[in-house]
């Protein structure tokens, strides 16, 4: 079993070359009858500039297959090589199949996950293009936005990247770490034949929810065309709904908070103890970054105190309105452990 958590360097790939078979349909008049055949066609496009000239975004290598609808998938990942979350969107030019039609239609595919969380492996993405269409050239990065939200390092996937039983399925169990629920997860990866070539984008059914400390078994099953050619897969990653921003100090009691910018977060929880909001964090620039955190103000001798790494963090800052504690706090290169004492209300 191979332990593996979605967080930075969790993958690595194991891949050869590859001639994408996304293919034009060509009609050649034979002696006595007329033979379709599936050819490359590489196309310029004019969705190739959208990703604004950025080199950490890169498309992978590609692969396609014939489903048993006689439809083709095309497939592939997206690489996020930069310092901060993504979405991306995929494109890829198709045409009528009707041997005279010259007009291009774009169809657009977000990427398995939504969110691309810096050097995660891939996310993968699946075009399934009707019998009736054909794909012109391959799929490409039609645009790329940055997101401003932290990533919860809070589920652990464990699981056998060698093709698993009849389906030849990815399986194995996902484990909530956190402190709160974990609303409709799903894991997907990337299915390769024994060559290491990319054969499908799989991804399993939603898991509608993980408690904290659960363990809960998935499956992702690849095409029933191509499942007896899968040999193992790669880049396993998860997505989910972002967590309700609360966290548990009892049975009857929440503390809503919002964390924004650019960083890994772990082991958020609520400390009783010492009435302490404490995670770990590393940011995603190798410099450091800049974090905000808001909690409620519930009185107006309420006092916080920002720890960093055990220590009075003197390069933080808390303001506070009377119903809002707004604190900034820079983040140094590196993990570190962050503590907000007098967080809870304690009256």
Known sequence: MMNSDFTA??????????????????????????????VVVNLPNAYAASNNGDNSVKMTKQGSFIDSHGNLNVVGAVDNNGNAPIEVTVGLNTTANNGSSHNIKTIIEPTYGTIIYPSTGGAPFKFVIPHNMLAVGQAFIAAVKKIQVPYYDVVVLNYNNTATGTDRALVGTAKNTGSFDIHDLVIYASAHDSNGAWIDSVKSNIIPIIKPGEHIAFSA????????????????????????????????????????????????????????????????????????????????SQAIFIMMDGKLYKQATAHMNGKTILIDFFVPPGDHQMQIKGAGNTS
């Open 9 to 38: 360097g969790s993958c690595a790939y194991r891949m050869v070359a590859l001639n994408p078979r996304i293919f034009h349909r060509l009609r050649i008049i034979l002696a006595i009858s007329f033979l379709s055949i599936l």
């Open 221 to 300: 099953k690849p095409d029933t065309s191509i499942k007896s050619k899968v040999s193992y897969f790669s880049c396993a990653g998860l997505a989910f709904l972002e967590p309700i921003n609360t966290l548990k100090v009892n049975d009857t009691q929440y503390i809503a908070y919002d964390l924004e910018g650019l960083a890994k977060v772990s082991d958020l929880r609520y400390d009783n103890s010492t009435n302490s909001i404490m995670f770990g964090i590393t940011h995603y620039n190798p410099a450091g970054g800049s974090m905000t955190l808001k909690l409620p103000q519930y009185s107006k």
